[in-house]
């Protein structure tokens, strides 16, 4: 029996869930370490040797280390390539490709504006910068207007398949959907919301919110 990887950060953590959906999808099994971040436990020595930046998520897999939650998806997609859901980041050079300019829309553009509002709406121990607020909701409608065209086109963001691409927007658009008043960002647009009623019912992702639950 292969030994479980390893996965060290909160579940509450928007970049440790997006790991822990991958590997779920994947069907790969896992142990989890709760690194407390209040208590600063991301910052002792023998973290930063697997994480030298001092964040989360940090990966281990036998000897092997990584941080950055994309990378450690990708890497969990490509070593367990016939685990799981097979197709979640494609089949061929094409289908990466296409995955992958997806998610890397993620992360420099969907991503800064909607984990911004995630952080000042739901993290921040300082008052709400309402200018700042409006700013970001701003950018992410304009996002948002843009996967409307692509959503009406295509089932999923890559094409007619779940994949990585849509994954990835899962820890934000979760909690701005079910966690503050911004949900109207996706429920208004008839192609995102049926999209993101689609992907946010993926049994990988219930299996997370239960596990944030139970942290």
Not at 93 to 107: C, H, P, R, Y
Request: hydrophobic share 35%; glycine share 6%; charged share 25%.
């Amino acid at each position: 029996m292969a030994t479980p990887v390893t996965i060290y950060g909160p579940p509450l953590s928007t970049a440790v869930s997006r790991v822990l959906a991958t590997l779920m999808e994947k069907d790969v099994p896992f142990h989890l370490v709760p690194i407390d971040l209040s208590k600063g436990e991301q910052k002792k020595p023998e973290y930063l040797k697997i994480q030298p930046f001092g964040q989360v998520p940090a990966f281990k897999d036998e000897s092997i280390t990584l941080f950055e939650s994309r990378a450690i998806c990708r890497y969990i997609c490509d070593k367990y390539a016939d685990k799981g859901n097979r197709s979640l980041y494609g089949t061929d050079i094409l289908s990466k490709a296409n995955i992958d300019q997806w998610v890397e829309t993620d992360g420099q553009t969907f991503g800064p504006p909607s984990g911004d509002l995630v952080h000042d709406l739901l993290f921040s121990s300082v008052p709400v910068d309402e200018a700042l607020i409006k700013k970001n909701v701003d950018k992410l409608a304009k996002v948002l207007d843009i996967y409307e065209q692509k959503l009406g086109q295509t089932r999923f963001l890559a094409g007619d398949e779940f994949s990585f691409a849509d994954l990835s927007h899962l820890p934000n658009g979760d909690y701005l959907v079910n966690s503050t008043d911004k949900g109207y960002l996706f429920t208004s647009r008839k192609n995102v919301n049926r999209w993101w009623t689609e992907i946010s019912n993926r049994e990988s992702w219930k299996k997370v919110l239960e596990m944030r639950k139970n942290a």
